[in-house]
């Protein structure tokens, strides 16, 4: 059984924080694939019918294209800034086991209050500064593209409207299945 866990602090100058460890049962690399995947696609399934949503999957599919040249200069240097106090936070939990192919994804959100007030542009950016987190992480190019591809598939069923609560782990494991690492 492998277990991923992970957190990103939004910062009020709007910079992030990423803290992220796992077991690794076959390959840390994919692991960051998982992780991004579920963690884009929960933001989706919880953004619902929000415009915000859209936004989120086109600039998947944009940063697949793109790759690092998506980031500005500007963005790069808001990554894992020196943390002030954080009240925002997403904190999440991957426990997955190959051979079974049981998976469970915890993942919550504290700080943004009882009708979390401004959550969608927080759930976009944190979900963009996660992939810079791992395109920074993990610098060979057959990383690279496969994460890349990875990314342009969430986006794609993020765009078509296909991603729920009850369906993004099958949708990940597809994605994973589909990329030949699981």
């Known amino acids: 059984m492998t277990n991923i866990n992970f957190s990103i602090d939004c910062q009020q100058d709007d910079s992030y924080t990423v803290k992220y460890s796992t077991s690794a049962d076959f390959s840390p690399e994919n692991d960051a694939i998982l992780t991004t995947m579920l963690y884009a696609l ?3 399934s919880n953004l619902k019918e929000n415009p915000a949503s859209h ?9 697949s294209e793109e790759g690092m040249a998506y980031f500005s200069d500007d963005q790069k240097t808001r990554l894992n ?8 936070r997403f904190v ?3 426990s997955y086991n190959t051979e079974s192919q049981h998976m469970n994804f915890k993942m919550n959100a504290s700080g943004f209050g009882f009708f979390s007030k401004g959550i969608e542009g927080e759930a976009i950016m944190s979900t963009l500064f996660l992939t810079f987190f791992f395109l920074q992480k993990f610098k060979s190019d057959s990383f690279r593209n496969t ?3 990875a990314i342009g598939y969430c986006g794609a069923y993020i765009m078509g409207d296909e991603v729920t609560l009850t369906n993004q782990n099958n949708i990940a ?9 699981w």
Do not use: F, P
């Open 55 to 63: 936004y989120l999957g086109g600039a998947l599919c944009q940063l």
């Open 147 to 149: 994460y890349l591809e």
């Open 173 to 181: 494991v597809a994605i994973m299945k589909e990329l030949d690492l």
């Open 81 to 88: 800034k020196i943390m002030t106090e954080t009240k925002k």
């Open 42 to 44: 929960r933001q989706a």
């Open 92 to 94: 999440g939990n991957i």
